[in-house]
């Protein structure tokens, strides 16, 4: 934020009612009262000419002197009109007042539409003998049944004003204190006490039972009050989380204290006009510019403006799993002994007495046929026998061998013989 230069400003002591401050009750259109009011300071009326509801008891009863369409009261009524446009021009302390309940006041202009104190409510106003007060409405005043306006620090009804754009209403036994101009209507229900005075400027006054008491032994005006130009004086404020809550605390000096606008806000948050703290839910994502306004009933205000960033959450870290926690090492089976492998079953040598041995059975049986067959001429027949393939091949070849040796043999003796 741009801190703006502070400047001296003079607000005025009360407000001068000139020839209208002796009234306690001064109306333009009627002046009706019902029962034993006391009023006491004077009475008047104009350009009205209809008072009712004074003069002995059991009516209503006036301490000081009743003006009835007179120059008095005609001129009296034009000062409480000037009145009404001094407290008007006044830069505000605080805008935007609406009930009074239990607020505690220091001295100031303080403005609201309609203000009210709430039946049974409690406003007080702090300060010292010459402190003033100006409450403005743009329509209404309305100030609930037994409610009460209490003045402490030595301040006074004399310097309290209440500057009403139509009409005022005082709720029963209430325990109001100051000066009421109202541009319209004024009325006192039942019981109501004033310390200070009833003032309509265009229309009636409407009593009921009520006591209106004059200030009287009011301090003279004050030096004027000297007040310094607000100077804000907070940084640029922080990022704000769409949907994450916020605060930031706009600070401004000066005298009295300043109060606090804004506009352009980001959506969600708003400020406090009396602390200036900036808070909420904002609930959109962006970049707002944000202007701060600083019054403290000096003219100029004073402004500032900066960017406020309001950005989206940032999504958590992704956290990575964690290892899962390692059993114990399985032990390996312890192996067994070697076994020991099986003795090969002893295969026998082969030897003579065990191999097979092929036979051959050589039939010499000479064939005395006399045919000319294979078989005759002596042939010999020759079996094999046994397992072994081999042996009998090399039999039958010995056996081959062995009967052609026969036969030539054979031969031999035939041809001998």
Do not use: K
Request: aromatic share 4%; charged share 10%.
């Amino acid at each position: 934020m741009t801190p703006a230069a502070d400047a001296a400003t003079v607000i005025d002591g009360p407000v001068g009612l000139g020839s209208a401050a002796p009234f306690g009750v001064l109306g333009a259109s009627t002046v009706t009262n019902t029962g034993p009011t006391v009023v006491r300071g004077d009475l008047g009326l104009s350009p009205g000419t209809a008072i009712t509801g004074f003069g002995a008891a059991p009516d209503g009863v006036v301490t000081g002197t009743v003006h009835q369409t007179d120059a008095v009261a005609a001129q009296a009524r034009a000062d409480a009109r000037t009145a009404d446009g001094t407290g008007r021009s006044l830069s505000p302390t605080r805008t935007g007042l609406r009930e009074l309940d239990g607020l505690s006041l220091t001295p100031g202009v303080y403005d609201g539409g309609a203000l009210s104190l709430a039946g049974g409510g409690d406003l007080t106003l702090a300060g010292s003998a010459d402190s003033v007060w100006v409450f403005r409405t743009a329509s209404t005043l309305t100030v609930g049944s037994a409610s009460r306006i209490t003045i402490t620090g030595g301040a006074s009804s004399c310097n309290v004003f209440w500057l009403v754009g139509s009409s005022a209403t005082l709720g029963t036994a209430a325990q109001f204190q100051g000066t009421v101009i109202a541009a319209q209507s004024v009325t006192a229900t039942t019981s109501a006490t004033v310390a200070g005075r009833l003032l309509a400027l265009d229309g009636a006054v409407t009593l009921d039972r009520n006591t209106i008491t004059v200030p009287t032994g009011c301090a003279a005006p004050g030096a004027p009050v000297q007040t310094a130009s607000p100077a804000i004086t907070s940084g640029t404020p922080t990022s704000a989380t769409v949907g994450t809550p916020y605060a930031f605390t706009v600070t401004a000096s000066g005298t009295p204290s300043p109060t606090f606008t804004a506009t352009g806000l980001p959506a969600g948050l708003t400020i406090d006009a009396t602390t200036g703290v900036v808070s909420g839910t904002p609930t959109t994502p962006g970049t707002s510019t944000v202007t701060v306004t600083a019054s403290n009933g000096t003219a100029p205000d004073v402004s500032a403006t900066y960017e406020l960033v309001t950005v989206v959450p940032t999504a958590p870290p992704t956290e990575a799993p964690a290892p899962p926690v390692p059993t114990a090492t399985p032990t390996a089976p312890v192996p067994s002994a070697t076994p020991t492998a099986p003795a090969p079953t002893s295969v026998p040598a082969p030897n003579a007495s065990t191999a097979p041995v092929p036979t051959a059975t050589a039939t010499a049986a000479a064939d005395r046929t006399g045919g000319t067959g294979a078989t005759g001429s002596g042939a010999r027949s020759l079996a094999f026998t046994g397992a072994d393939v081999a042996g009998p091949i090399g039999i039958a070849a010995a056996a081959l061998a062995l009967g052609i040796v026969l036969a030539v043999v054979a031969r031999r003796r035939s041809r001998r013989s």
